[in-house]
Structures are given as structure tokens and as C-alpha cells.
């Protein structure tokens, strides 16, 4: 068994008493007994991933067709983030949806969390994109990661792995990130990413080329990491989600060691050396320390969340975790302003950065509605 250049070693179980006999009779009969097909772990057809993957796309789909996209450009500007925290770009029909209808299907804002309770909006975010890019970006991700670990350890364990590591990169996100909204898969991409480590950590010894291994996944999670220092990515959404699939790795993907399934297999009348136990020490105080820190991860940062602390005034240095300043960008959110007038329902903005002027039609749009266009026009 194979995945991703991760050869696993199979000792294979003493041939049964009935074939030790032909395997001996002829001269590459023992061979052939050596090297017989052995598959101990089960391989499961992946339906979980692409149904999410389904689900996200027609999600968006909705989301876009709320907005009205792309015939409405005016709705339809969205600002693009990457797990992304929302910032003005030029208006682009074909980009995604607008922040407000976002926020309406259940996007990540801090406010609606701590001064309305709804915790829901942990969850949903995960569900929601910003734009085409985004949203097939993920998508291929997560095909690619997660059809594989899905193969190897079955729908439950990899759809618990995926709702509670997302879970966990919007709660990082959420106490942090005090301004704006948030959504994208990106969390949970991030906690397969960790799985993926954790997992080869914790079944170490039944893997061939594993330093090899090791050293290539560590290189893909520090470059995707790397990115999260980036203008408007949410990195903090990015470590929240791998840290918690880090953990839910010792606790969802251990293996048994092979031993164990080798005296499982061995025929009657044949004395095993010693009895092998199902998994091995450090594969239990993992599994333990790992659950231990979840729980009290989750309890902690719900309670602090929920009282409406701001985790950047006790960690002001955090933030450079999310974005670092550098002479190619500037990592402060700027303030937009316009000045406008309005004659009927035709309503002139102007902004006073860059001096543009637009007119617009208006209906029942609310006060953060003509700031969005302000954002735009600036942008």
C-alpha cells in the first residue's frame, strides 16, 4: 500500500498450513508464498469529498445568483480574501459575491458571534467563497488532498477530521481578526494538511522512505503557511485549522501495527514469538495528550470568544502571524471615504482619495451598503 510516495512495509503472515506444502514442492513455490497479496487496512470508496466539493460549488452558485451575477455589477463586486478577510477590490462582475449577501448565508463576523450568540456562523463559513478563484482553488485542494484520505480511512473519520478542524481555524480566526467577515474552506484544507503529518508521525514504523516523506510534507505545509503573511489572506484561520488537524490526527488516523495483524493471521498450531499488542505506547499517550489539549483548546477559546475578548491586546506581536509589513505591501486596512449627493433615488459618490465619481441607482440600501460602494469606488 502506497500514498504519495509513502511506501509501507507489509511483513507478511506465515503461509496457512494447507499451502506450506505446495509451497515447498516447488522451486519458486516459497517464493511466491512471500510475497502473496496482504491488505490489512480496508480501502474505502471516497463519496464524502467530491459531495463536499459538490456542496460548496452549489453554494456558491447560490450566493451568485442572490447577487443577481453578473448582470448586477454593482452587487457583485465582491472583495476577494483568500480564508479570507474582506478587502475592496475593483469591481469585477465575474468575481464573486457581495460581502453583505455572505454575511446573510452565514459568513464569519465577530460581532454576530459575540454580541448575538450565533456560534453557528464557525461552522457555515467554511461552506461560503468570495469568488471563482477562490472557490476552485479549494476545490481542487481538497480533490486532491482529501480523496486519498478518504480511500485510506473512510468517510466518518476524514468528515469528522474536516467539520472540526474548520471549526477550529474559524475560532483561532474569530480572536483574532476583530473587523470584517470571513469564509472559505481553507481551515479545513489546512487541518487535512496536519492529519497528514500527525498521521505519519503516529504510524512511523510502518512506513518505508519516511524521513524522505517527512521532509516533503513539511516543505508543502511551510510554503502554503508562507503565503498566509500575504495582504487580506486569514492565516490565523489557516494555524487554527492545522493545528487542530494536527491533533485530530493521533486521535482519528492511528494504525494498528502490523505485528498485531500477523498473529491475527497465523494458522492454527503456529507459536508466535511474543503476543504483539494492537498499537504501540507512544501511540496511546499521543492519542491521549492530543484529546486532552482539543478539548481544553475549543472550552478556552469558546469562553474567552464568547465574553468579547480581543486576543491582540494580550499578544501584540500575533498579528505579524497573519501579515508581515513589507516594502511590496502595506498590511493596515485603509479607511474609505466619499462624499456624495442625492436627488431622488440617483444618488452621486465621490471619493475623496483618488477624486472618482459614480452615479448610483438606489433602493432599500442601508448605510454599510453605500460604504461597500464607497470601498469600491476607492479601491
Given at each position: 500500500?502506497?500514498?504519495e510516495?509513502?511506501?509501507?512495509?507489509?511483513?507478511?503472515?506465515?503461509?496457512?498450513?494447507?499451502?506450506?506444502?505446495?509451497?515447498?514442492?516447488?522451486?519458486?513455490?516459497?517464493?511466491?508464498?512471500?510475497?502473496?497479496?496482504?491488505?490489512?487496512?480496508?480501502?474505502?470508496f471516497?463519496w464524502?469529498?467530491?459531495?463536499?466539493?459538490?456542496?460548496?460549488?452549489?453554494?456558491?452558485?447560490?450566493?451568485?445568483?442572490?447577487?443577481?451575477?453578473?448582470?448586477?455589477?454593482?452587487?457583485?463586486?465582491?472583495?476577494?480574501?483568500?480564508?479570507?478577510?474582506?478587502?475592496?477590490?475593483?469591481?469585477?462582475?465575474?468575481?464573486?459575491?457581495?460581502?453583505?449577501?455572505?454575511?446573510?448565508?452565514?459568513?464569519?463576523?465577530?460581532?454576530?458571534?459575540?454580541?448575538?450568540h450565533?456560534?453557528?456562523?464557525?461552522?457555515?463559513?467554511?461552506?461560503?467563497?468570495?469568488?471563482?478563484?477562490?472557490?476552485?482553488?479549494?476545490?481542487?485542494?481538497?480533490?486532491?488532498?482529501?480523496?486519498?484520505?478518504?480511500?485510506?480511512?473512510?468517510?466518518?473519520?476524514?468528515?469528522?477530521?474536516?467539520?472540526?478542524?474548520?471549526?477550529?481555524?474559524?475560532?483561532?480566526?474569530?480572536?483574532?481578526?476583530?473587523?470584517?467577515?470571513?469564509?472559505?474552506?481553507?481551515?479545513?484544507?489546512?487541518?487535512?494538511?496536519?492529519?497528514?503529518?500527525?498521521?505519519l508521525l503516529?504510524?512511523?514504523?510502518?512506513?518505508?522512505?519516511?524521513?524522505?516523506?517527512?521532509?516533503?510534507?513539511?516543505?508543502?505545509?511551510?510554503?502554503?503557511?508562507?503565503?498566509?503573511?500575504?495582504p487580506?489572506?486569514?492565516?490565523?484561520?489557516?494555524?487554527?485549522?492545522?493545528?487542530?488537524?494536527?491533533?485530530?490526527?493521533?486521535?482519528?488516523?492511528?494504525?494498528?501495527?502490523?505485528?498485531?495483524?500477523?498473529q491475527?493471521?497465523?494458522?492454527?498450531?503456529y507459536?508466535?514469538?511474543?503476543?504483539k499488542?494492537?498499537?504501540?505506547?507512544?501511540?496511546?499517550?499521543?492519542?491521549?495528550?492530543?484529546?486532552?489539549?482539543?478539548?481544553?483548546?475549543?472550552?478556552?477559546g469558546?469562553?474567552?470568544?464568547?465574553?468579547?475578548?480581543?486576543?491582540?491586546?494580550?499578544?501584540?506581536?500575533?498579528?505579524?502571524?497573519?501579515?508581515?509589513?513589507?516594502?511590496?505591501?502595506?498590511?493596515?486596512?485603509?479607511?474609505m471615504?466619499?462624499?456624495?449627493?442625492?436627488?431622488?433615488?440617483?444618488?452621486n459618490?465621490?471619493?475623496?482619495?483618488?477624486?472618482?465619481?459614480?452615479?448610483?441607482?438606489?433602493?432599500?440600501?442601508?448605510?454599510?451598503?453605500?460604504?461597500q460602494?464607497?470601498?469600491?469606488?476607492?479601491?
Amino acid at each position: 500500500m502506497s500514498r504519495e510516495g509513502l511506501e509501507i512495509k507489509v511483513v507478511d503472515p506465515p503461509p496457512p498450513v494447507s499451502n506450506v506444502s505446495a509451497a515447498r514442492s516447488s522451486p519458486g513455490g516459497r517464493q511466491r508464498a512471500s510475497f502473496a497479496e496482504f491488505r490489512p487496512f480496508k480501502l474505502w470508496f471516497p463519496w464524502l469529498v467530491p459531495a463536499i466539493v459538490a456542496a460548496n460549488i452549489v453554494l456558491f452558485a447560490v450566493s451568485m445568483f442572490i447577487n443577481d451575477c453578473p448582470k448586477n455589477s454593482q452587487k457583485c463586486s465582491a472583495r476577494f480574501l483568500g480564508r479570507f478577510a474582506f478587502q475592496p477590490m475593483k469591481e469585477n462582475p465575474l468575481l464573486g459575491p457581495s460581502s453583505s449577501t455572505l454575511e446573510k448565508m452565514g459568513a464569519l463576523e465577530v460581532t454576530m458571534v459575540v454580541d448575538k450568540h450565533q456560534v453557528w456562523r464557525l461552522f457555515t463559513c467554511i461552506w461560503l467563497h468570495a469568488g471563482v478563484f477562490h472557490v476552485l482553488a479549494n476545490m481542487l485542494s481538497l480533490i486532491f488532498i482529501g480523496i486519498r484520505l478518504e480511500q485510506e480511512f473512510g468517510f466518518v473519520r476524514i468528515g469528522l477530521l474536516y467539520m472540526i478542524s474548520g471549526f477550529g481555524g474559524s475560532l483561532l480566526s474569530s480572536l483574532f481578526n476583530r473587523e470584517g467577515i470571513s469564509v472559505g474552506a481553507s481551515g479545513a484544507l489546512f487541518g487535512l494538511l496536519g492529519a497528514m503529518l500527525s498521521e505519519l508521525l503516529t504510524n512511523w514504523t510502518i512506513y518505508a522512505n519516511k524521513f524522505a516523506a517527512l521532509l516533503t510534507l513539511i516543505f508543502i505545509i511551510a510554503i502554503n503557511l508562507a503565503v498566509g503573511i500575504l495582504p487580506h489572506v486569514d492565516n490565523f484561520a489557516h494555524l487554527g485549522g492545522f493545528t487542530s488537524g494536527f491533533l485530530l490526527g493521533f486521535v482519528f488516523l492511528i494504525r494498528p501495527q502490523y505485528g498485531y495483524f500477523n498473529q491475527r493471521n497465523n494458522p492454527r498450531g503456529y507459536a508466535a514469538p511474543s503476543a504483539k499488542s494492537k498499537h504501540k505506547p507512544y501511540q496511546y499517550v499521543l492519542w491521549i495528550t492530543s484529546l486532552l489539549l482539543l478539548i481544553a483548546g475549543y472550552t478556552v477559546g469558546l469562553i474567552v470568544l464568547l465574553r468579547g475578548t480581543d486576543l491582540n491586546k494580550h499578544c501584540p506581536w500575533c498579528h505579524y502571524l497573519s501579515c508581515m509589513p513589507t516594502s511590496l505591501w502595506n498590511c493596515k486596512s485603509q479607511n474609505m471615504y466619499c462624499k456624495s449627493s442625492q436627488i431622488g433615488k440617483q444618488m452621486n459618490l465621490t471619493c475623496i482619495a483618488n477624486g472618482r465619481t459614480e452615479m448610483y441607482t438606489l433602493g432599500n440600501e442601508n448605510q454599510s451598503q453605500i460604504q461597500q460602494m464607497c470601498s469600491q469606488l476607492c479601491s
